[in-house]
């Protein structure tokens, strides 16, 4: 068969085969009186093997060292190609998310463009104060798409640069919160808490649900924030993290502090008082776990909380009935609620 005819039948063009054969790749088997190539089913079959490797991302030189080689293995070069495509895969996914990025932002032209090329270098900077800087001076430069807020504030763990981004997120306004729930899913529990930090930021009834659809989140990292930041809404259901906040004294000032707010519903008042009356109970026996329930009990609306820490003022154990009587004296002096 004349190379015209392989190219044809092959898809492979002249100009390619006529490459394969100076590199000694591809050799027809014969030549025609005229001295044209003549190809045998053989060199066909050949042909068909070089550009299956080719396929495989293999260079023209590791093509010919795998068919010319018998004791060439494969395993090795598969090995070296996979980690290639893999860094190439992620270097197109980085553009990708680039692109979209600046598409997002809907730049107006290219100087809007490059600021935002110049944004997504200063969030990627190992430096977290240029990070911090790069949110902080683009506020007011540049419309920032939230999408791009949101991915960095998920993966952000310098505490200064994940406020800054916070902020910024919030102050973004728009679709701000759509970003960021989706962190609330994500199999790291890192990211988890740091959409629900992000989110307590963000106002609105949307975001308040997605709060307190994370109380449910296993991780006490992750709901313990949100309880913090859906009770300071007005959420119901945050009373019963609140409180085990308290026993376990994780952020026990703020939680109680929260319940105090929560207490000023007529509605929810009683539940948290038997919620702290039923963990003193729970607790006879450990002191430390009932003089935060008593501090929490201040907290509380007077009328409420005056008769539970004079009870308290003669607990046997002496630094709880010291604590809840100084409590009860500071609450007779507050005004009534």
């Known amino acids: 068969m004349l190379i015209g005819e392989v190219a044809r039948r092959s898809g492979v063009s002249t100009r390619m085969l006529r490459h394969y054969d100076s590199l000694g790749l591809v050799r027809p088997t014969g030549r025609t009186v005229g001295g044209y190539r003549e190809y045998a089913p ?3 079959r050949r042909i068909f093997h070089v550009e299956s490797l080719r396929s495989l991302g293999l260079s023209l030189r590791e093509v010919g060292r795998a068919l010319q080689d018998p004791a060439f293995t494969p395993a090795e070069l598969v090995g070296a190609l996979i980690r ?33 090329v110049e944004l997504l270098h200063g969030l990627e900077s190992p430096s977290a104060a240029r990070r911090q800087q790069t949110v902080l001076a683009s506020a007011e430069e540049v419309p920032v798409s939230t999408e791009l807020l949101a991915g960095a504030v998920l993966t952000e763990s310098d505490p200064n640069v994940a406020g ?16 960021v729930v989706a962190g609330l899913r994500a199999a790291d529990p890192a990211i988890r808490r740091r959409a629900v930090l992000a989110i307590a930021e963000i106002p609105g009834d949307d975001a308040s649900a997605a709060l307190t659809s994370a109380l449910t989140d296993p991780d006490a990292a992750v709901h313990r924030p949100a309880a913090l930041a859906a009770g300071a809404r007005g959420e119901p259901a945050t009373v019963p993290v609140l409180v085990q906040m308290v ?22 008042a009683d539940r948290i008082m038997d919620a702290l009356a039923g963990e003193l109970a729970a607790h006879a026996t450990e002191p430390a776990v009932r003089i935060r329930l008593t501090q929490a009990l201040a907290e509380m609306p007077a009328h409420l ?18 604590v809840a009587s100084a409590l009860a004296g500071v609450l007779e002096e507050r005004p009534t609620d």
């Open 305 to 322: 909380a005056l008769g539970v820490l004079r009870e308290l003022g003669g607990d046997p154990d002496h630094a709880v009935a010291l």
């Open 42 to 44: 053989a060199d066909i």
């Open 247 to 268: 026993v376990e004294g994780i952020n026990d000032v703020d939680a109680a502090e929260v319940l105090g707010s929560l207490a000023l519903d007529a509605a929810l």
């Open 84 to 116: 290639r495509t893999e860094a190439r895969v992620r270097r197109e996914q980085e553009l990708l998310d680039r692109l979209r990025t600046v598409d997002a932002s809907t730049p107006a032209g290219w100087p809007d463009v490059l600021r935002i």
């Open 164 to 179: 800054a981004l916070r902020w910024a997120l919030a102050r973004a306004g728009g679709d701000s919160l759509a970003g």
